[in-house]
């Protein structure tokens, strides 16, 4: 069975059929058997667009089931296709089993002929109605299907309103639109040589294909790319008898949301028009009316309509993103589907339907996307800011940006590869504009409302945006925009306000969010109603996850942030980085161009006391949570300057001649220092800076402590190869903490283990887990050394492996599950073999990625650690991780800070 009928209040279909029906259809089902107003209609399987595609043709049988399902089609709404007398007109939708808003093609009153149009102007009473349908299915039809430029279309119809002397549509009257349809046929001739089809028959075989191959269009690729979707999913087609908005004034269309998708606030949300049809609300044609207006215009549909979404809320249990049409005041559902929202509106509808006990708490954790956390952090402008705004429109994501003003898809694309920040500047969004919107850190429309397209896009993406700003006057061929005498032009710095809608000249200052203030103390929580939501998720997340979530942080400062988001540990403190500060880079200097041994101990011993008051800061904001710090890593000449200035500077400084100094710097430079003489091997060549280190670190534990302080020290030994290697290291540090906990008369509890970055260490991990007592992965390095790639390079042509299908996913983006993974896997388990009591886990910055976190969670490691911003979205990652898990997973962490 390939084709699936639904209609009258039955339906061969249920909404656990997604993969079968495609979400569009699946749910069409669903509302059909709950008794909800839909057209009848009927959806073509998922299955056929895949083996279409695939092969080129499809089944023989299919013909069959469609030619009864058009029979059972015209029984149920006594109208048949291509009739004379009683046409019926469809839709041909597309609907794959994953949402993708306007990113495949719909055609809309496919019926209609030179013959069928007058018997529905006889049928409606309205030849304006229906020559107003005939137009719009031409050119939607020749558009999608006969591949004629759509804009050949638009002009004709600007020239017409300017002839006719109005300015939107639904002023044109019939004569005009007739004159309009012989204009369109005269279009599809020139340019394809063929005349537009009319036997409907042939027009609706043509409309289904057409969906297929939709499958495969740019944005609808593009957008499978940028949202993670599988590409062997397919679309289903849904045809479904047509009902009109634009039959007049007691009939119209709208899109509304159950709760308001940028805020999550309870309240209906939404935006309608009257005598319209679907297209002019999403596409962003006519600006419309906010759906509270609804109740004045058309009071009957719309104390249905809020009846109706109360019903669909409850039964599917999330925020629906409703499409409607009221013809001749009769409401009709055309979609429900779950609302694309933003972070903030995530958040919040999950803990309050959570409160109004219409979900579980762990059905809230798995709703929000946990990469979309990132929104909350966003800047948002200084209110203190002192900026005249240029213009207003309606704030349909939230953020705020600054960019330089681009006027077309394509060079946001061009601008943002070379690395300028750019807003997409549009009359209006439409699909085909899909890749500017990804390039752009925010989109400004000069049409459409809440819910069109930009507005839509715009929320999932996480993307600032302001749509329907009215005084905006776009010039697409100068590349400028003019608002009261401004003139803004390609390349100008402008800034959104997504909150307010408000738009500025410049680049405005920004300060930290809601949630940011109130981490960093400047905000009480009490008043920050969104850290609340926010915190509450959150942990409920932390009494489901089995993997401990630590950040990396390298100073006092980045480590209480850390802590403030969650974090229940520094799972890489690099210690590389406190030697850059102030003076300190004096000493490290000295220290790498001594003569001698003497010589760097005598610099060392002044990095001694810096290194140690790090380290003691460190462990006071982490409190009775394990810190892990790294030893030094990078290749000394990273620290050392490179000729001018600052390098005659430092021979002064030290007493030394330039040129013996430009000597040394030259002696130490390598060919490729990232496999050159760092990182343990630095430690093993001068074994001083491991003694200094190490000392650093346990006297800073000691002093700590004796201040009542729980300190939890790992000394982490980089770059490790063998075994002896790291031997030669923990023997050091052994050596260094029985002097100094001897000498101190104090006992510090404290973990030595290494870092795998190597494949040969992750081979060899049974004999380095004899000594080590924790493994930390350090991704970035394993992930190049792994694939031969240098991360610094490699992104001259990695997208174009993952446009290509060469790889699924940037390996540095995402943790790599079949390569590096193994070796993560086989490290753990050959570790764990000789020391059952290994500590696991990872340390770059995949631990902060949710499919990355995912994999960590499969692989049995303990804990991930990411940079502090990244820790909430890895705390959810590892709680929707352990839930999908059907293993039973054991809680073993301390509750996190912010919960």
Not at 162 to 169: H, I, L, R, Y
Not at 449 to 464: L, P
Request: hydrophobic share 40%.
């Amino acid at each position: 069975m390939l084709v699936y009928f639904f209609g009258n209040g039955k339906a061969e279909g249920t909404r656990e059929m997604r993969a079968l029906l495609g979400g569009k259809g699946a749910n069409l089902a669903e509302m059909t058997n709950l008794g909800v107003p839909v057209p009848p209609g009927f959806t073509i399987a998922c299955s056929v667009c895949v083996d279409y595609l695939r092969v080129g043709t499809f089944p023989e049988s299919l013909r069959g089931e469609v030619a009864k399902a058009i029979t059972r089609l015209e029984a149920a709404t006594g109208r048949g296709l291509g009739d004379t007398t009683n046409p019926l007109l469809v839709s041909v939708r597309s609907g794959a089993p994953v949402s993708m808003p306007g990113m495949m093609e719909t055609i809309l009153n496919l019926g209609l002929n030179d013959r069928t149009v007058l018997a529905l102007a006889r049928q409606s009473g309205s030849a304006r109605f229906a020559y107003d349908s005939y137009r719009r299915f031409i050119q939607m039809y020749a558009d999608v299907v006969l591949g004629v430029p759509i804009h050949n279309f638009e002009h004709l119809l600007r020239a017409k309103r300017m002839t006719e002397g109005v300015e939107t549509d639904a002023e044109l009257a019939e004569d005009a639109l007739r004159n309009l349809v012989e204009e369109y046929k005269a279009v599809v001739r020139n340019v394809t040589g063929q005349t537009f089809p009319m036997d409907p028959d042939v027009q609706l075989w043509g409309a289904i294909e057409a969906v297929w191959k939709s499958w495969t269009l740019k944005k609808a690729v593009d957008y499978r790319r940028v949202n993670g979707i599988s590409e062997t999913l397919g679309t289903a087609v849904n045809v479904v008898a047509m009902v009109f908005g634009n039959l007049g004034d007691d009939s119209g269309t709208g899109v509304a949301f159950t709760r308001n998708p940028s805020t999550g606030e309870r309240k209906f949300y939404g935006e309608f028009l009257v005598n319209a049809q679907g297209e002019d609300v999403v596409a962003g044609i006519r600006t419309p009316f906010d759906i509270e207006e609804m109740a004045n215009r058309l009071p009957g549909p719309y104390e249905e309509l809020l009846e109706t979404k109360d019903r669909l809320e409850q039964h599917f249990r999330d925020m629906q993103d409703l499409e409607f049409t009221v013809e001749r005041g009769k409401l009709f559902l055309l979609q429900t589907r779950t609302g694309k929202r933003t972070a903030a509106a995530a958040v919040r509808i999950a803990r309050e339907m959570v409160e109004e006990g219409v979900i579980s708490r762990e059905e809230a954790v798995n709703r929000i996307v946990a990469d979309q956390l990132d929104q909350l952090l966003h800047p948002i402008i200084d209110p203190q800011a002192r900026a005249e705004p240029l213009c207003q429109g309606l704030p349909a994501s939230p953020g705020a940006a600054s960019g330089i003003a681009v006027f077309d898809p394509d060079g946001a694309e061009r601008r943002n590869a070379k690395g300028e920040a750019v807003i997409l500047v549009r009359e209006e969004t439409t699909p085909e504009d899909f890749h500017g919107i990804v390039a752009a850190r925010a989109v400004l429309t000069a049409r459409g409302g809440m819910t069109s397209h930009a507005a839509v896009v715009a929320r999932g993406m996480g993307k600032c945006a302001v749509v329907g700003c009215k005084d905006i006057a776009i010039d697409p061929e100068k590349h400028t925009f003019s608002v009261h005498g401004t003139t803004v032009s390609e390349g100008d710095w402008i800034t959104l306000d997504g909150a307010t809608g408000r738009v500025f000249v410049g680049d405005l200052p920004t300060i930290p969010s809601e949630i940011v203030r109130v981490t960093n103390g400047s905000l009480p929580a009490s008043r920050a109603p969104m850290y609340q939501a926010f915190s509450h998720v959150l942990g409920w997340a932390d009494e489901v996850r089995r993997l401990r979530v630590r950040a990396n942080a390298d100073t006092p400062r980045d480590a209480r942030v850390a802590r403030q988001f969650g974090a229940e540990g520094i799972g890489l403190c690099r210690t590389e980085h406190m030697f850059f500060e102030g003076d300190r880079i004096t000493s490290m200097r000295e220290m790498i161009v001594a003569r001698d041994e003497s010589g760097r101990r005598r610099a060392l011993a002044k990095l001694l006391p810096m290194q140690r008051a790090d380290f003691e800061g460190i462990f006071e904001a982490m409190a009775g949570c394990p810190v892990t710090i790294r030893l030094l890593d990078p290749p000394l000449h990273e620290f050392l300057p490179h000729g001018g200035e600052e390098s005659k500077l430092l021979a002064r400084t030290l007493g030394m001649a330039r040129d013996e100094l430009n000597r040394i710097v030259e002696s130490l430079r390598e060919t490729n220092p990232m496999l050159g003489h760092r990182g343990c091997r630095l430690g093993i060549t001068y074994p001083e800076i491991t003694e200094m280190q190490a000392r650093a670190i346990f006297e800073a534990a000691v002093r700590a402590s004796r201040r009542g302080i729980d300190v939890q020290p790992e000394i982490m030994v980089p770059l490790v190869a063998t075994a002896r290697e790291f031997d030669n290291q923990h023997a050091i540090i052994e050596d260094v903490a029985r002097q100094v906990l001897g000498a101190m008369g104090e006992h510090v509890d404290y973990l030595v283990g290494t870092m795998i970055e190597l494949p040969r260490a992750a081979l060899t991990a049974d004999e380095i887990a004899k000594t080590a007592q924790f493994f930390s992965f350090g991704t970035n390095d394993l992930t190049q050394t792994t694939f031969g790639l240098s991360r610094d390079d490699a992104g001259r042509f990695l997208p174009f492996y993952v446009e290509k299908g060469i790889l699924a996913d940037d390996p540095f983006r995402v943790l790599d599950a079949s390569g590096v993974g193994k070796l993560v896997r086989m490290a753990v388990q050959d570790g764990r073999r000789v020391r059952p009591d290994l500590k696991v886990g990872i340390c770059g910055e995949h631990g902060g990625e949710p499919r990355s976190v995912n994999l960590c969670h499969e692989l049995g490691l303990d804990y991930v650690s990411c940079s502090p911003f990244r820790v909430p979205i890895a705390r959810l990652a590892a709680a929707q991780a352990a839930l999908a898990d059907p293993r039973p997973a054991a809680i073993s962490h301390q509750p996190s800070a912010i919960s």
